[in-house]
DNA sequence: AAAATTGACAACCGCGATTCT
DNA sequence: TAGAATCGCGGTTGTCAATTT
């Protein structure tokens, strides 16, 4: 059978957002405020889905947005929440203000991996890359040792701190690193051992 | 100076989860 | 309670600017 389409595409624009089409979006959204999302583009003279006007408002328009580089500190937070959660963009970017799941999503793809690599850690796993005979780092291999006996201490710290409460059916995660999670409870979610 | 390559990021697509009827 | 409708997430693609060859 399959799903139906989320909207008319032979009505629909697709592509770059131009300023009118912001615009549009944006004084609907200050009047009526974020409701269905299906039935926003007619109610808004969009020729968009309604996916796509979500989209855009989220991750773009909306006005608590943050945009900018990211700090040093957002960078470490990331890769912390990564080594927990895995690939949680929506939780990761629920504990980064401003920040969208789809700009962190994004900023890991281009920045973080590399980072990682350069330490000598899978972005995976966040495990040291063990490839024997290969050198990750041919011309700072004491760097790489401390990062990587750094990054290591700190993934075992806060597996121990990770724990979960019973009640209500949410993990709490104690980080030991100011930082506090709460998440609804997915048997998928692995902690790590 | 032009072509090719790389990097960054906005946007799209498919699908699972949730809500509604 | 089942099926349809909708939402939200994560992976992927497209596009454009910057950099390299």
Redesign the pocket.
Known sequence: ?G??P?CE?AHT?????TKEEDEKLISYIKAHGE?????LPKAAGLL?C???C???W???LRPDLKRGNFTAEEDELIIKLHSLLG?????IAGRLPGRT???I???W???IK?KLLSRGLDPQTHRPIDVPGRDPFPSTPKQQDTSMADQDATTMKMAQAARVSSDGGYLDLDLNLDLTISL?YHSSLQLPS
């Open positions: 059978m799903r139906s989320c595409k624009n697709k592509g770059a957002w409701g269905c999302w299906r039935s968009r309604g996916k796509s979500r989209l855009r989220i991750n773009y690939n949680k963009w929506s939780l799941d789809n700009e999503k994004n900023y793809n281009t920045h590399r609804p």
